[in-house]
């Protein structure tokens, strides 16, 4: 079955804690991609990255960084977490066709909370 | 920067009666849009993708309307049922590598 797994789905976290949201795929794909979702706002997209060792920056890449080692992970790390990065994250891997990506699926989100 | 919006946060339907969602877009480059259904508590759940090279797309109750001409995309669910109760939101791909979201509808099917 096609996965997108995300832990923790749920923190609470103190500001200035680092801390790393783990994302995994068994999709085999090669793009996928970090977004938060906040009320009002719709999904944020704040890294991708195309493949092994490749990564760019989103709309909203401030505060975060992301690593891409292997191809099936893609955490989200934030060395310093503030307030404003309460949140829920969503990881998503896309699917490729004709060379371009196209359908994205999402993992079940993770709720941060920075207090 | 991208600019995709819904025209209405809300909607009701009576079941069994048709609904549809609107959008609208921004950039002109964009070429390919999804539809998503996110139920509470879950992650957005892919529901039909059309590319710009076409103009209407059918799956199993939903179909995808696109008119380029005035940036504009709309979702058709068929014979609305409780559970198709959630909120949708429209995905454009920018001609590259991102895509940019809407904020939603929220559909309510009152039984």
């Known amino acids: 079955e096609a996965q997108v797994t995300q832990n923790p789905r749920y923190l609470i976290t103190v500001t200035g804690k680092k801390l790393t949201v783990t994302c995994s795929q068994n999709?085999?794909?090669?793009?996928m991609s970090w977004y938060r979702q906040d009320p009002g706002l719709g999904l944020r997209q704040i890294y991708y990255?195309?493949?092994?060792?490749?990564?760019d920056k989103g709309d909203v890449p401030e505060g975060y960084k992301v690593s891409r080692k292997e191809k099936r992970n893609f955490p989200l790390i934030l060395e310093s977490p503030s307030p404003n990065q309460t949140s829920l994250y969503f990881c998503?891997?896309?699917?490729?066709?004709?060379?371009?990506?196209?359908?994205?699926?999402f993992g079940p989100g993770t709720r941060l909370t920075v207090l | 920067g991208e600019s995709v919006g819904l025209h209405l946060p809300t909607l009701s339907v009576q079941e069994g009666d048709n609904s549809i969602i609107n959008c609208a877009y921004s950039?002109?480059?964009?070429?390919?849009f999804i539809w998503y259904k996110q139920e509470s508590g879950k992650g957005p759940q892919f529901i039909i993708d059309?590319?710009?090279?076409?103009d209407k797309r059918q799956g199993q109750r939903v179909t995808v309307l696109l008119n380029k001409t005035v940036k504009h995309l709309s979702l058709q669910i068929a014979a609305t049922q409780p559970g198709d109760s959630a909120v949708y939101f429209c995905?454009?791909?920018?001609?590259?590598?991102?895509?940019?979201f809407g904020t939603g509808t929220s559909l309510t099917v009152i039984p």
């Open positions: 998503a891997t896309h699917g490729r066709s004709g060379g371009v990506i196209d359908t994205q699926y």
């Open positions: 999709m085999n794909h090669e793009y």
């Open positions: 990255s195309m493949n092994v060792e490749v990564t």
């Open positions: 950039n002109s480059a964009s070429d390919y």
């Open positions: 059309i590319r710009s090279n076409m």
């Open positions: 995905a454009e791909r920018d001609g590259g590598n991102q895509f940019y």
